[in-house]
Nanobody, 123 residues
Framework: QVQLVESGGGLVQAGGSLRLSCAASGRTFSNYVMAWFRQAPGKERSFVAA????????DYTESVKGRFTISRDNAENILYLQMNSLKPEDTALYYC????????????????WGRGTQVTVSS
């Protein structure tokens, strides 16, 4: 089992920045591919970014490339998402999730989830 707790969400103006954190406990953190997903009201939960167990490889959905950076600290068991140049369309509940498979980014492949942290971007 892996327990995940997100933090760092909030209200920010368009063009601003936020850094989300996800604290993990349980099994060896570095064994897992970690990802961020988001879900806006009335929409499906969708993939945002992923990072490999070692942190060497990352992947992003097209709409956040160049603005968001995913990273991890395996010594502290923390996953991060640095979000810059935020847009109103980034408003959503952001979840961190864990899987043992790289390259599969639909939510069905992720067995462990946090409860989410709300990000609201005002125009």
């Amino acid at each position: 089992q892996v327990q995940l707790v997100e933090s760092g969400g909030g209200l920010v103006q368009a063009g601003g920045s936020l850094r989300l954190s996800c604290a993990a406990s349980g099994r060896t953190f570095s064994n897992y591919v970690m990802a961020w997903f988001r879900q806006a009201p009335g929409k499906e939960r969708s993939f945002v970014a992923a990072v490999s167990g070692s942190g060497s490889f990352t992947d992003y959905t097209e709409s956040v490339k160049g603005r968001f950076t995913i990273s991890r600290d395996n010594a502290e068991n923390i996953l991060y998402l640095q979000m810059n140049s935020l847009k109103p369309e980034d408003t959503a509940l952001y979840y961190c999730a864990a899987t043992n498979r790289w390259g599969f980014y639909t939510k069905e492949f992720f067995g462990f989830w946090g409860r989410g942290t709300q990000v609201t971007v005002s125009s």
